[in-house]
């Protein structure tokens, strides 16, 4: 039991050491406040108000020396007291700011002035000022403006890396919110993707058909596409792009010569990175209501064209009186993609939709990110 004790002390202790420790950014920030700063008005006080001369080394030795030893108490107040105000544990801060003012005058009194009238190798004129301070009867040996002044500036100090803290915390929560939202519409798209595809299959298989073993290969290489690849979060263009193809090969072998089907890219590149399966649905769609299972005809023309770091999308296809205007009502897989669209593309996409009497036309601009 005892043996347990002293681990978990132990280990409260070196987690309050850790969190003792100081960035890079607080070092400069202590180091101006209360070393340069003090420097800086030694050199104006000597420049415009004394001598008219630079100030001595002796001086900015003793202001070196003073603002070391002045840092360390509000680096225990910044590390150990300021936390518990942006906790709102307003009780443990009043005490802790009463306790630090309280032993502050003697900090200043008996460990300062008395630690550098003992430095030996110091100057004899900063020893004896030392002293005289140490010995020195006056109530408080600090100016309140001062502490109040450099209590706000470390409390601002404190303020703005917590904003920073919490910023990137909302960051991550966010990044975390939108990676889970994106998973939850990929996992509603593929099983209605794979529905389809093996629908497809199915009913060749039942007609004996000579397409079936062609279709079977290509929907494996879809499926390692989807199961493998489109985990990621980003995919080469030309990798997502020749998955598109495969599946309109797939696709075109449900219908008939009758049918027109026409899939044409140009200036594709693996230079930049899409999003696996974002524009499968827009694919999906032209086949769904631009061909028709009755009559095997109509017509299915998609376009993806790159110009720089744009790529455009345009899908036509024919329509026919049973089908739903798009326009009003939209499948579940436009319903995912459009989502999609504006968490990952916000103000990077333009998506539009014409539905005419016998044609039915979808046009999507894209901004694309290079590879990292």
Known sequence: MTARLLYFQGYECAKMVKSLKLSLPEVLFFGIVFILFSILTDFEYNLYEKTGRLPSLLSLLERLIYGVLRTIPYWLYYKLILPALFEKRYRTFGWRMLVFLLLLDGYLHYVMYGLV??????PET??????KWYNSSVMLHFSIVYIIRELLMVSALGYYQQSVRQQHRLHELSQHQLQTELDSLRAQLQPHFFFNTLNTIYSLALHGSAKTAPLVARHADIMRYILYRARKRRVPLD???NFLSNYVAVESMRFSDNASIQFETQGIHNRLRI??????PFIENTFKHGLS?????????IVLVLLENELFLETRNSTFPSTDKRGTAKGIGLRN????LSLLYPGQHELT??????TYTLR????LQPND
């Open 117 to 122: 009238m003992n430095l030996w190798f110091l």
């Open 126 to 131: 900063m020893l004896v000022s030392a002293r």
């Open 239 to 241: 990798e997502e792009i």
């Open 275 to 280: 999003e696996p399966l974002l524009l499968l």
């Open 293 to 301: 299972q009755d009559i095997q005809a109509g017509f299915v023309h």
């Open 337 to 340: 993609v459009s989502k999609q």
């Open 353 to 358: 939709s014409q539905c005419e009497e016998t």
């Open 364 to 367: 999507l601009r894209l901004t």
